[in-house]
């Protein structure tokens, strides 16, 4: 939304309503049959091609996992030594994770539950209010809860992956006495500053680089794996899931810090459903499920194995069992430099991918109407996805820096890592009930049978991960806590100023009964003017008329209109009204995942007979100077808080590429 109010700072819902309840068009598209993004890609890649793609930029997280998942998993079970079933334990865990987790409920089910090829948090909560026919507190609530804590995991997971990385170059012998904490500190530093600069000017570039590179990362993997497994095939047992059962019950309160630990296997799951808009459902299950899963499976195989090795000649010389840095001691000596110099180069791919997906969230968010708006450029004229957010770059390498110079080792950052990850999925989780329950029609049984495993497994992990709570959990939980205030105060603060102005408002209907018994002064000329709701008579209009004592000949009152699907059909971007020779009503339609450009949306205006020429027009911005009231509205401090963000947020005239020497912009004092 755009114009006389500071809920237009988001564009977000329909003039009749800053929550966003949509009706009509918008529920009867939630029920045609989901056509998935990948088919509009036939004709110019092939699946694989698109497959090769999302092994880069999905799997990215997920991928750099074994790195420091079995070597905290077995850290976490090695209180009072090691034993045999305990490494098999581990390994089974980390198994059964990626197929419950992974396969079976993102893979098989949650992966289905796509808002028009889309997926991610935020439009599964679009999703659910289209289903609902309106918004809802608690699917709201979800969406901010999942949405804030997704931030938490971006912040996290740079550091935690360049670090482990760089922490490879200890397993040098020639090295290992001269690679000091601060210098490993200094070397990611770099990587991440270079990594963060590079990203104003666009990821197309590297982003070819994303899947070969992956694909190389995966296939050394797994060769590292088996290479292991051949000397010790013992470990093949833990496919067994009797031994990650035998070790929970076996070892209580301590098994479940290690089910903590575990849950790092699947970090950067989230990612199969938030990527689905670019690359399809299909290929990111193909490429899961005949190349990742048994590259990730075959790596953890000859991490266990190596450490039953280990634990073999440790017994049979009476020396305690010692850990080490499995995953870089698979290798041999030789190789471990250039493992490491690949490590880095997959953990920056999988930094990448974390950060691309945080840019694509917020401007979901922006447009969902749950942020203000911020300053989103696109980096390539022909991917959709290719954006960058200046504001919340610079805000991410900051905390990013702060994060890894806080915690210095990927060991104490993984005691941060999963809480906000669980908690996603427990939204993401609770979200899919809504749609099977209002969208897909299910009886509560049908739902019930699906969602309660799901939910018990989930709550398994969230409560594994709480018991890290202190030693590092408490940052995920900081982030997102802070970032739910944020995009509640926004939320709340612009309904309120929406309400107020509605109430200190003239509806446009009477104001055009008034112009017609005492006619203005009238100027040639076309005047848009851009409001955030089409019902009221906008305040720059009302200015116009009390102070300048004039109306334009042609009058157009603009609103932006943010419908909970991806992507508007060009065909349905523009709706007209004609209010009276004097005044048309006119609605742009956007979809979550685009960028508002109003030139460009006013010029499919001629095609549907209203011509004018944007050069020769003037558009009318009304601006409210909002100041922060004790007895009414939001606290005092939440009130200051939405006027930071107000006066922080981008210009209308930037956001929407208004030609700026087109605009006037007339404005009035509120307070909330």
Request: proline share 5%; charged share 15%; with cysteine.
């Amino acid at each position: 939304m755009i114009g006389d109010t500071p809920a237009e700072a988001s564009p977000a819902a329909s003039a009749s309503d800053p929550a966003g309840d949509k009706t009509g068009a918008d529920t009867a598209s939630a029920h045609k049959p989901s056509q998935h993004h990948s088919e509009g890609h036939g004709h110019h890649a092939s699946f694989w091609a698109l497959a090769l793609g999302s092994i880069g930029v999905v799997f990215g997280d997920i991928g750099t996992s074994p790195l420091y998942a079995f070597k905290e998993a077995l850290h976490a079970a090695a209180g009072d030594g090691v034993t045999r079933p305990e490494i098999l334990g581990v390994v089974s865990l980390a198994l059964w994770a990626m197929i419950l987790v992974v396969t079976v409920k993102y893979v098989g089910f949650i992966m289905r539950a796509d808002n028009k090829g889309e997926g991610g948090v935020l439009s599964l909560m679009a999703l659910a209010q289209q289903a609902i026919g309106k918004r809802t507190a608690i699917v709201f609530t979800l969406g901010i809860i999942g949405a804030a804590l997704f931030y938490g995991d971006a912040v996290i997971t740079p550091a935690m992956s360049v670090l482990s990385a760089v922490e490879g170059l200890r397993t040098i012998p020639a090295l290992e006495n001269s690679i000091s904490t601060e210098l490993v500190l200094i070397i990611a530093g770099v990587m991440l500053i270079g990594l963060f600069a590079f990203q104003s000017h666009g990821t197309a570039k590297v982003g070819l680089l994303f899947g070969p590179v992956c694909a190389v990362w995966f296939a050394t993997m797994a060769l590292l794996g088996v290479s292991q497994f051949v000397a010790n095939p013992q470990i093949l047992m833990a496919i067994n899931p009797g031994y990650a059962v035998q070790f929970l019950a076996e070892h209580g309160l301590a098994g479940f810090i290690v089910l903590g630990a575990v849950f790092l296997t699947v970090t950067g799951a989230e990612a199969l459903t938030a990527d689905m808009g670019h690359f399809g459902r299909w290929p990111i299950q193909a490429a899961w499920l005949f190349f990742v899963l048994p590259c990730l499976t075959l790596n953890y195989l000859g991490q266990g194995a190596l450490a039953l090795t280990v634990l073999e000649t440790a017994q049979a010389a009476g020396k305690p069992f010692e850990e080490m840095n499995w995953f870089f001691e698979m290798a041999p000596l030789g190789l471990r430099l250039p493992l490491v110099l690949l490590a880095g180069l997959a953990t920056v791919v999988a930094s990448q991918a974390v950060i691309t997906g945080a840019f694509s969230l917020t401007q979901q968010a922006i447009q969902l109407g749950l942020l203000p708006r911020l300053n989103v450029k696109r980096t390539s004229e022909t991917q959709e996805g290719q954006i960058f957010v200046p504001q919340l770059n610079s805000m991410l390498l900051i905390g990013v820096i702060v994060v890894m110079v806080t915690f210095q080792t990927s060991s104490a950052l993984a005691h941060a890592y999963g809480l906000a990850v669980t908690g996603t999925m427990v939204v993401t989780t609770l979200m899919a009930a809504i749609v099977m329950r209002q969208m897909w029609k299910w009886g509560w049984p049908r739902v019930l049978a699906f969602i309660i495993p799901f939910i018990i497994l989930d709550f398994a992990f969230l409560s594994a991960n709480m018991l890290r709570f202190l030693s590092g959990g408490w940052l995920p939980v900081l982030i997102g806590a802070c970032l739910f205030t944020v995009m509640a105060t926004w939320v709340r603060g612009s309904g309120i100023l929406f309400e107020k102005s509605r109430r200190d408002s003239v509806l446009l209907t009477d104001l055009i009964e008034m112009l017609k018994a005492r006619p203005p002064h009238r100027v040639p000329g076309t005047a848009i003017f851009l409001t955030s709701d089409a019902e009221i008579a906008p305040v720059a209009l009302m200015h116009n008329l009390k102070h300048n004592k004039i109306l334009h000949e042609k009058n157009i009152i603009l609103t932006v209109d943010t419908r909970n699907i991806p992507r508007v059909h060009e065909s349905e971007r523009i709706t007209i009204e004609k209010l009276d020779e004097d005044f048309k009503r006119v609605t742009v339609h956007y979809g979550f995942m685009e960028s508002p450009n109003l030139p460009k949306a006013l010029g499919i205006c001629r095609k549907q007979g209203l011509k004018f020429d944007i050069m020769a027009t003037s558009f009318f911005l009304g601006r409210r100077s909002v100041v922060a009231s004790a007895t009414s509205g939001m606290p005092l401090w939440q009130d200051r808080l939405f006027i930071f963000l107000m006066r922080n947020a981008t210009n209308p005239t930037e956001f929407f590429h208004i030609p700026p020497g087109r605009v006037v912009e007339l404005g009035t004092q509120v307070s909330v």
